[in-house]
């Protein structure tokens, strides 16, 4: 059974850090793996979709990474702002399934 | 822009009460997703459905169904609510195709009393 895991639970750095969030999974035969922001109260907001042939996606300040064979991913984040405060979620879609598994996420705190 | 919207933010029910959740995309997807959010627990998939009148069963059905009459509307169904039913529900969508992005609603926060 898949599992994801999101080290660590919490993170608070000063406002113009970049900054690095961790994501692995046990199971290396995903399909794709998905990174999303939610701020609290509110529902989940697509940030990256890294497809596993693919080692990266960049929007904007933010850079995901993926390396399948490892089982991990990493959500660059650069000059943090405190609007960028918010919780982030990785999700992993294994071969063949509509499922999403999901990590427990990262709380981020960016202080000014 | 993808809109999924979840009819109520916020519901108080009662022990007992059939508690009906509502959610409408308007672009078309063809999947459709219920989960529940709780804190330790994470997000687990309740139901999702890949077409109208089509279901299929997540992690933790017990307690729950779903409608899906019309290709825009997924309702989650609490048949009897429970307190242990108290809980964030989301909603999302997407298109068919196991690389489209999944797309979320705002969430409904229930209290069961």
């Known amino acids: 059974k898949q599992e994801v895991t999101q080290i660590p639970a919490a993170l608070s750095v000063p406002e113009g850090e970049n900054l690095v969030l961790n994501c692995s999974f046990t199971?290396?035969?995903?399909?794709?793996l998905q990174w999303f922001r939610q701020d609290p109260g509110k529902g989940l907001t697509s940030l990256l979709l890294i497809q596993s042939s693919q080692r990266e996606q960049t929007s904007g300040r933010l850079n995901a990474s993926l390396d399948k064979s490892s089982g991990r991913s990493t959500l660059y984040i650069a000059a943090s702002q405190p609007g960028d405060s918010a919780t982030y979620l990785c999700a992993v879609k294994n071969d063949g399934s509509y499922q999403l598994t999901f990590g427990k996420g990262t709380k981020l705190s960016v202080i000014p | 822009d993808v809109k999924v919207t979840q009819s109520s933010r916020y519901l108080v029910k009662r022990t007992g009460e059939k508690v009906f959740l509502e959610c409408v995309q308007d672009m078309d997807h063809e999947n459709m997703f219920w989960y529940r959010q709780d804190p330790g627990l994470g997000l687990r998939l309740i139901y999702f459905?890949?077409?109208?009148?089509?279901?299929e069963k997540g992690d933790i059905p017990e307690g729950y169904s779903v409608s899906r009459e019309k290709k825009e509307r997924f309702s989650l169904i609490l048949e009897s609510a429970s307190t242990n039913q108290t809980s964030m529900y989301l909603c999302?969508?997407?298109?068919?195709?196991?690389?489209?992005?999944?797309?979320f609603g705002n969430g409904t926060r229930l209290t069961v009393t």
């Open positions: 999302a969508s997407s298109r068919t195709g196991l690389n489209s992005p999944l797309h």
């Open positions: 199971d290396s035969a995903i399909y794709n």
């Open positions: 459905s890949y077409d109208v009148k089509m279901k």
